[in-house]
């Protein structure tokens, strides 16, 4: 009877996508609630980008990183309390910020049709649109998520280290239902913003006991990030490099400057010595069209992880209800 009961409330789980990886989210899920939603997301980012350039790129590895952990529900917009240290708080927020951005889009949506979107669908929204306007493709992106009530800054140890082999990213992308295509396109996020020192600099000083840099690297562009980051721990707040050489732009330009050595993560140049990846980033450095079709599927497998499609509309993004 019990054992009856538990298969019943497990297939119900299930039929609500609790533990699915593909949940049966719907480009069209607020035209009848919130018919504006889009329109009001994609008026904030554009906005906020006039205003300050970084907001793009900040908002897309906003939505990696919350897809990431725990899936696609908004917990990385939670706040810490004093029980509790939220996500956002964990190891590599460095540059996680633009959190004001869906704030303002939240309240927005929160006047036109209260307690309707969801903070997670935001985020999602967010992350086409500022791909869009960088330059690069757009797609209708799927709704439908609710927000997670649960946001720890240990759990941030599962995003992936800029130090991981080719196998270890390859698993870690395949265990969120990411194949070794998505994780080649979407590492092509890279092609917008900026990394601080301490997320590359061990490759440049001090690499192995017999490389003082990481020999995968152009000697030219050891040098260049040498010099912008002269010491192994001690370069400021603000030094780094950007990623490829059009940060602002959403292009092709990243892989075209891994092909060359001037990956700037261990992980984009170690995809590049590694046979499974390599081909699948000479097409994209290629061919634009490709990577961007390729991207843009990606990014709608990314917003499919660990989707809830029961539980809560935040009021707040920072707030569970
Ligand atoms: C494949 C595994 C990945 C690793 C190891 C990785 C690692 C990193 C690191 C270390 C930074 C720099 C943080 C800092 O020092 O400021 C960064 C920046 C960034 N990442 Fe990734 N990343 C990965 C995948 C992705 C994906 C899938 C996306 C989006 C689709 C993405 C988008 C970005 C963006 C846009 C930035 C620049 C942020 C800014 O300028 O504020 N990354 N990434
Ligand atoms: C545009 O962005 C700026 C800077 O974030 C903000 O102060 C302003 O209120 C925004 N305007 C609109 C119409 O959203
Ligand atoms: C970022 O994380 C570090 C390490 O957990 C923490 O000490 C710091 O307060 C956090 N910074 C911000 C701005 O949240
Ligand atoms: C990748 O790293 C893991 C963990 O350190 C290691 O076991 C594995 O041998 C490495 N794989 C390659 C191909 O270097
Ligand atoms: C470089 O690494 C070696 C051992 O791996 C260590 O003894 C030495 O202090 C390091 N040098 C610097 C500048 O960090």
Request: glycine share 6%; hydrophobic share 40%; net charge neutral.
């Amino acid at each position: 009877m019990a054992a009856q009961a538990t298969r019943i409330v497990f297939l119900v789980l299930l039929s609500f996508g609790v533990f699915s990886c593909y949940a049966a989210l719907d480009a069209h899920y607020y035209d009848q609630t919130c018919p504006q939603a889009e329109f009001i997301v994609s008026q904030t980012i554009r906005n906020a980008s006039i205003f300050d350039p970084k907001v793009p790129a900040r908002i897309l590895r906003m939505f990696f990183h919350d897809c990431f952990v725990r899936g696609c529900d908004a917990s990385i917009l939670l706040d810490s309390t004093p029980e509790n240290k939220a996500e956002k708080d964990g190891p590599p927020n460095i540059s996680v910020r633009a959190f004001y951005v869906i704030d303002d889009a939240k309240a927005k949506l929160e006047k036109a049709c209260p307690h309707t979107v969801s903070c997670a669908d935001i985020v999602a929204m967010a992350a086409r649109n500022v791909v869009t306007i960088t330059g690069g493709p757009n797609w209708n992106v799927l709704k439908g998520r609710k927000d997670g009530r649960v946001s720890k800054a240990s759990d941030t140890a599962n995003l992936p280290a800029p130090f991981l082999n080719a196998s270890q990213l390859i698993q870690t992308f395949a265990t969120r239902g990411l194949d070794i295509k998505d994780l080649v396109a979407l590492s092509g996020g890279h092609t917008l913003g900026f990394s601080h020192c301490s997320s590359f600099v061990a490759r440049v000083h001090n690499f192995s006991t017999i490389h003082e840099t990481d020999p995968s690297m152009s000697t030219e562009f050891a040098s260049l990030l040498k010099n912008k980051c002269p010491s192994l721990n001690n370069n400021g707040d603000n030094a780094g490099q950007v990623l490829d050489t059009t940060a602002a732009q959403f292009d092709n330009d990243y892989y075209k400057q891994v092909i060359a050595g001037k990956g700037v993560f261990g992980t984009d140049q170690a995809m590049y010595n590694d046979q499974r990846t390599r081909p699948i980033i000479e097409s994209f450095a290629k061919d634009q069209n490709l990577f961007f079709r390729e991207f843009a599927a990606s990014m709608i497998k990314l917003g499919n992880v660990g989707v809830n499609e029961v539980g809560e509309v935040r009021l707040n993004c920072r707030r569970a209800n």
